[in-house]
């Protein structure tokens, strides 16, 4: 996982540098589409999903994932460290 310090080093070569920022975050019933085929041809769409997770950005898509997307990561994230935690009690 890519710490949020890393966050510039890898923004450098991102798909979406210099587009507009209005495809990602786009307002209520817009479509995500065209943000999230950007985002899976980008060579550091795991950084910035990572990144995303790691900073806990709660808007936009960030890796090609979504909030819900996020959302739910982070839920089963919690669930497999609860899980972990269990088993070494
Ligand atoms: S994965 Fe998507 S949002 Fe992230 S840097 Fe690449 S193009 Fe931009």
Redesign the pocket.
């Known amino acids: 996982m890519s710490s949020v310090a890393d966050h510039v080093h890898?923004?450098n070569?991102?798909?979406?540098?210099g587009?507009d920022t209005q495809l990602?975050f786009p307002s209520q019933g817009e479509s995500i589409s065209e943000?999230?085929e950007?985002?899976?041809?980008?060579?550091?769409?795991?950084?910035?999903?990572d990144?995303?997770l790691a900073s806990g950005q709660r808007f936009?898509?960030?890796?090609?994932t979504t909030e819900r997307d996020r959302r739910r990561e982070r839920g089963r994230r919690r669930s497999a460290a609860a899980s972990k935690l269990e088993s070494v009690a």
Do not use: D, H
């Open positions: 890898w923004r070569r991102a798909a979406c540098a587009l990602f943000a999230k950007i985002c899976a041809s980008c060579p550091v769409r795991v950084e910035c999903a990144y995303a936009g898509i960030w890796g090609g």
